[in-house]
């Protein structure tokens, strides 16, 4: 597009304009209520995860069980920044230089995967993004590179870029408040595919790609490109959780299946396609973990029943029965029935 | 009135199964076209052809005189060929505005159009289809013949030179097959558009609708003219109900 299209600029910011104010609320509850940051930066995770999941599945109908691996390329691409700076120097330069390289290697793995793999439909593209996954880690382990199965340390290599106050404040504060902004790029990347041409053309895809396709839109070129943006949000997101925060790069943690199905499982319950709806389905999904973990089990366990994983024993049916009673999520379901003019509003 | 659109003996196989076998006719500008035949005669796949959803075996498809046989479908679209499907195929969870909007968006008109601009296009030929008020309603909530509607609202908003409708009115009472056909006629006299439809077995509507009948049977062009003569031709008699002992 040659101008700039401003009806859909507006139309994007009013849009993306509920599910900010939802961070912004993080945010302030973040810093204000004392001794649980980290259980929201835990949602913040999840919320994120969901949003930057929800920009390719949402929007196309396709379900990528591999999601992973972006993650997984994000953290390792961090990596592979610090250790190139390593001994070199360059401070504070990690971290923009390691979003780089992480945003670099999720892009190129989304463009190569999503080449081969979008040709292929609905369960064959999942079994295939699978595939991938479980490759690239076999890959790592097998060929024993970036540390193999045992994994990347990082630890060390950043106190020596920016010194031992420097990473206390970077692995906590400032990896929390990098993912807030990174909640607010995924809510405002979005809000924009969403009110543009490229949105439509995504819709439509997801609602009959073969019509979309006899109709006019280029399919290929738009999932591929909705699969790109998704893929580097992800990177962006595995570089901040285990990388900057966590310091450690171990592949039977970066390529976890489960971080896949969680995503699955939280846009399913908030509302696919929609900007609000992964805020909501983390903020039930880490308030009933949490609810079950702290409260109930140790009533269990003191009464001798071992309660591990008990949240998605208490999951499960409420997952069901969001899929059947409203198939859309919470946030559709709300959509679906609200009149238009709200409609504009809860999207 | 130049030639719009040749097709030179075009030839598809599935499998052993002949589907097209060296069909070969022209289309002018600004005509209504039905092409008719009975189930399996290779009417879709002649479509599917034209549009690009399928690549023939042999023979070249032409569009205002340029060869069209490699090109994607998205890239037919934008050189003026919409199509409508036999079964209404509107994008179900969309708004009845959205659909449109997206013809508007990626048909031959929409490089550079924007979103507003789109959305105001739309909402003028909801009025021309005479969808008035059905704008903000899901369309997987509207009745068939409103799907038909609709399925025309969304290729012209595509700005077609060529529209080609598969089935307008399959399996509607007289009153809304009227309605489409009326509806197509005024889309033809207004915005210059050229229409090929095929019909199965409303031999009424075609001769309501058409200035030219083409007559397929297995794979290829029996006979063409106009309503008049072919409908009444023995041949076609024969090919619909078969040979009198």
Redo the contacts between chains.
Sequence with gaps: ???I?W??LR?SLKRAAPALALYTILLILYFAVPGKSQLIAQILFYAVLGQAFNIFMGMTGYVDFGYVAFLAAGAYGFSIAILLLSGVGGGWMFIPLGLLIAAIIAASLAGLVGAIALRLRGAYFAIATIGVNEGLRYLVEGLNILGGSIGLYIVKDMKELVGREGYQLAATTLADMLMFLLAGVAVLTTSLIL???MG??L??I???E?????????VTKYKIAAFMISGVLGGALGALNWALKGGVVEPAQVFLILYTVEAIVIVMLGGAGTLLGPIFGALIYIGLNFTSNVYIAPVLESAGIKATGLHLIILAPILLAVIIAAPQGLVGAIR?RAP?RLREIVV | MGELLRVESVSKRFGGVVALDKVSFSVDEGELIAIIGPNGSGKTTLFNVINGILKPDEGRVYFLGRDITGLPPYARVRLGIARTFQVPRPWPGLSVLENIAIGALFGSGGRGLGVAEALSQARNIIRVVGLEGKAEVLAGQLTAPEKKLLELARAIAMKPRLLLLDEIVAGMSPKDADRVVDTVRKVRDEYGITVVSMVEHVMRVVARFAERVIVMHQGRILLEGSPHEVLRHPKVVEVYLGVAP
Aim: glycine share 4%.
């Design positions: 597009m040659t101008v299209d009806f859909a139309t009110s543009t041409r439509f053309a819709q439509a997801r609602e009959d073969d019509a979309a396709r006899a109709l006019g839109i280029n679906s238009s």
